[in-house]
């Protein structure tokens, strides 16, 4: 085999599998953007693994038949490059269906070929053992580069890039097999019916059943594995609701109300207070216990560590610090922040009398049994710093095993250093995603806490003012600025807004590429309190429909969805407003 040859068939390898790449992970997420439910992306998904069972059955006849496996390959490259490009044209779900399907059924056509193709050529020249397993790498090389690459580029870009990128790679698919070749093949007499012979045989139509049920569930693991991703991409760390259980029983919270259990998941619910509770009674071993638990679950890079302990103390407080500044980001408000609310994963856990913010107030209390604000929205960030100060208390006994208790001490001081400084970081870099924003500069921290200040003295609507924010174009009259009659001071604003246009040129921002990255990190929808209350009312007469609209609407928090942009606006004036507490 020459090295041409060589390097045709490894290319091939490459971007067959660089295609596998693509789609197994990220085909999900695309067809979800697109606004399929999970069932609908499960069935569509099954298609790859189908076609897989159903089509080398087909194309590996053909080849037989025709004597020419490579040029089925290049026929079936090119009809897929082209038949790809169909996926800019498609809207509805039997569309999709259908492309899927024949798509993959032509693609099927190509790993067996190649595969068949690529052995062959080899034998003939005597060179399976040195060159067979060298080929295939560079297969597993293009899957795990377009797994990196891709989830590289839908991040920063999103996901609507997908068609470009499989276009892309099928056309590279396509022009590479025009450099394939391999000995002529005998030509071999075919028996009339073989094909449907071996379909109909009664061991091969079992295979394909349960293979069908086998990638169905295949499929279904790829649609959850992604929709994990987009959650996890989109929101904020979190403990997720499993399922709820309801009863007609009534029980007395502030008043009498119905019972319900909701059962939530997380991989680990282990909390700073756990260390707490260890550490005061001096248990050592169940301290050492839990914090090697930790270690070998979730933080197993800190076993590299010299120090494994203290590189554990940091990891959480850190981890702790970019979740506290991800709320605020978003005016989110926990409302019980004590230690043993506080997840040893830097996840959100334990709702009980939580918010988001409507009008913005900088001291805002979400729970009114909060009589002292100590959890208020600004305050968030220090009382976390405080629960990590519980949590040091907790790692002294741990770290005195091997340093002694002052210098103990010392290191735990100097860990928890670290808290404000990764607070303020990542804090600092949010709101400038918020305001579109793509560089750094000194002046940042003083135009943001200058509009945070103006907004609070204004009380205008923390959500919407950022989404809005969006439309602003360069070249824009600061007095054709719809939303600048939401504060009081006009002055004061009209001077932000034009110190905010400089900062802005400053940076040669583009408007299309600036709005669509706000959009995609200030929500249009958020759970306000009034819509889970109508939601609660609504529930309580037995009438779930509201609760089935806010799943849907809160799911993609970020997407316009105009037919509900109702749902985005701040409570009416009218509407009391709804407080919440531990009992609530």
Not at 365 to 371: E, P
């Amino acid at each position: 085999m020459t090295p041409v040859l060589r390097w045709a068939f490894g290319s091939f390898f490459f971007l067959y599998f660089a295609y596998v790449g693509l789609v197994s992970p990220y085909a999900s997420l695309f067809f979800l953007d697109r606004g399929f439910n999970v069932i609908e992306i499960a069935v569509l998904m099954s298609m790859l693994q189908i076609t897989r069972i159903v089509g080398p059955f087909s194309w590996g006849w053909l080849s037989d038949y025709l004597s020419n496996r490579i040029g089925i390959i290049r026929v079936c490259a090119c009809l897929a490059a082209v038949l790809f490009l169909c996926i800019f044209f498609l809207h509805s779900y039997y569309s999709f269906f259908i492309w899927m399907f024949v798509l993959h059924t032509i693609l099927s056509s190509q790993m067996p070929l190649g595969e068949t193709a690529t052995i062959h050529a080899l034998y003939k020249d005597n060179s399976f053992d040195k060159r067979y397993g060298r080929l295939r790498l560079w297969g597993s090389i293009g899957f795990i580069a377009m797994v990196l690459v891709a989830g590289e580029l839908f991040q920063r870009k999103g996901i609507e890039f997908y068609p470009i990128v499989g276009s892309i790679v099928l056309f590279a698919l396509a022009l590479v097999t025009f450099c394939l070749h391999e000995p002529k093949m005998e030509r071999r007499k075919m028996v009339k019916g073989e094909l449907l012979v071996v379909l109909f045989n009664p061991d091969v139509r079992w295979f394909l059943i349960s293979g069908f049920f086998m990638v169905f569930a295949h499929a279904a693991l790829y649609v959850f594995y992604s929709l994990y991703l987009a959650m996890f991409s989109l929101g904020i760390p979190t403990t997720r609701a499993l399922a709820i259980v309801g009863s007609e029983l009534a029980v007395r919270r502030e008043t009498l109300e119905t019972a319900a259990v909701c059962s939530r998941i997380a991989p680990s619910f282990i909390r700073i207070g756990h260390f707490e509770h260890f550490a005061s009674l001096q248990n050592i071993a169940r301290l050492k216990e839990l914090a090697d638990l930790l270690i070998r679950d979730h933080y197993f890079d800190c076993l590299q560590h010299p120090d494994p302990y203290l590189e554990l103390f940091k990891q959480i407080c850190i981890r702790n610090a970019k979740l506290v500044a991800q709320w605020q980001a978003v005016g989110f408000c926990h409302g019980v922040l004590n230690s043993d609310n506080i997840s040893a994963l830097g996840l959100t856990m334990d709702y009980g009398p939580f918010g988001f913010l409507d009008q913005f107030e900088i001291d805002h209390i979400c729970n009114h049994s909060d009589q002292g604000g100590r959890y208020a929205y600004h305050r968030q960030p220090q009382i976390m710093h405080w629960n990590m100060a519980c949590l040091a208390s907790g790692f002294l006994p741990l770290i005195e095993m091997t340093y002694g208790e002052s210098k103990a001490q010392t290191m735990l001081r100097q860990a928890l250093e670290e808290f404000p400084v990764a607070y303020a970081q990542t804090w600092q870099a949010l709101f400038r995603q918020k305001l579109g924003l793509q560089t750094q500069d000194e002046q940042d921290v003083a135009l943001i806490e200058r509009l945070l200040q103006a907004m609070h003295d204004s009380k205008a609507d923390f959500t919407n003012f950022f989404r809005q924010l969006s439309q602003i174009e360069q070249g824009q009259a600061i007095e054709s600025i719809s939303f600048r009659d939401h504060f009081i001071d006009r002055s004061l604003i009209d001077q932000w807004f034009v110190d905010y246009l400089a900062r802005l040129k400053a940076e040669s921002s583009d408007d299309f590429t600036r709005a669509k990255l706000m959009n995609g990190i200030n929500p249009k929808y958020i759970l306000r309190n009034h819509l889970a209350q109508a939601a609660i009312d609504k529930a309580q007469q037995h009438d779930y429909s509201e609760i089935k609209v806010l799943l849907n609407l809160l799911s993609k928090p970020y997407d316009e969805q105009a037919e509900f942009d109702t749902y985005a606006l701040p409570p009416p004036a009218d509407l009391d407003k709804v407080e919440v507490s531990c009992s609530s």
